[in-house]
């Protein structure tokens, strides 16, 4: 199991994220146009460097539903590779069988 505390501030970075993300996706349109005023775009970066960093989708990182793990991280099944082999051997995943030749 993952830490606690690393597993909460990664939630925490998703909630700001979500919350966040018309204003930042607002404000990068503006900066990205090239017909709206130079002193207008400065402004729009200013005013996104100001939000917080954790409100950036980049910042949050991918983490095992079962465990916590943030590596070996499968995006299709939201599991680490561990959790999945557990989970396969236990015959809890339909479809997936241990293969033996």
Sequence with gaps: ????????????????????????????ALIKNKN??????????LKLAETPRNSSKVRIHNRCEVTGRSRAYYRKLKMSRIALRELANQGLIPGMVKSSW
């Design 36 to 45: 709206t005023p130079m002193e207008e775009r400065f402004a729009a970066v």
């Design 1 to 28: 199991m993952a830490k606690t505390s690393s597993i909460n501030r990664n939630e925490k970075r998703r909630k700001m994220a979500k919350s966040a993300e018309a204003k930042r996706k607002r404000l990068k």
